[in-house]
C-alpha cells in the first residue's frame, strides 16, 4: 500500500534568474525543485505569480509607501489611492503586452507530493 501526501510552498523571490539551470543555492525555481525531486517528491506545478513589470511595480509601490509617506494621518490612502494604484494598473496593462522572459518574479507557488510505501504494523 503507498501512502501520498502533497505539501504547497510559497517562495518569495526577487531577483533575476541566472546561472540557470544550475543556481540550486537559493530558491530559483530550479533550487526548489532540485531540493525537493532530490527528497523524493515529485512536482504537480510550479507558477511564478507576477511577471517582471509586476514585479517592478509592486517593489517601487513598497518603497513610496515604506519611504515616502509622512507621518500624516490619511497621506498613505491617498497616496495609495493616486499614485500606488495607478501604477499597479499600468503594470498589469503593460505585463499583458510587454515581452517577458519569465526570470524576475515575486513569489513562486510550488504543489509537490511524495508518495512513500505505508506498512500496516
Known amino acids: 500500500m503507498l501512502l501520498s501526501w502533497g505539501v504547497i510552498i510559497s517562495l518569495p523571490f526577487l531577483w533575476q534568474e541566472h546561472e540557470e539551470p544550475y543556481d540550486f543555492v537559493r530558491f530559483t525555481s530550479f533550487g526548489i525543485i532540485e531540493l525537493l525531486e532530490s527528497n523524493g517528491f515529485e512536482i504537480e506545478s510550479i507558477v511564478k505569480d507576477t ?7 509592486v517593489t517601487l509601490n513598497v518603497y513610496i509607501m515604506s519611504n515616502l509617506i509622512p ?3 490619511g497621506v498613505g490612502r491617498i497616496v495609495a489611492l493616486t499614485i500606488c494604484f495607478p501604477i499597479q ?7 499583458k503586452i510587454l515581452p517577458d522572459s519569465g526570470k524576475l518574479y515575486l513569489n513562486l507557488v510550488v504543489y509537490a507530493k511524495k508518495i512513500a510505501p505505508y506498512s500496516q504494523q
Open 51 to 57: 511577471g517582471a513589470i509586476e514585479a517592478i511595480a
Open 71 to 73: 507621518p500624516i494621518r
Open 89 to 95: 494598473l499600468m503594470a498589469i496593462i503593460l505585463q
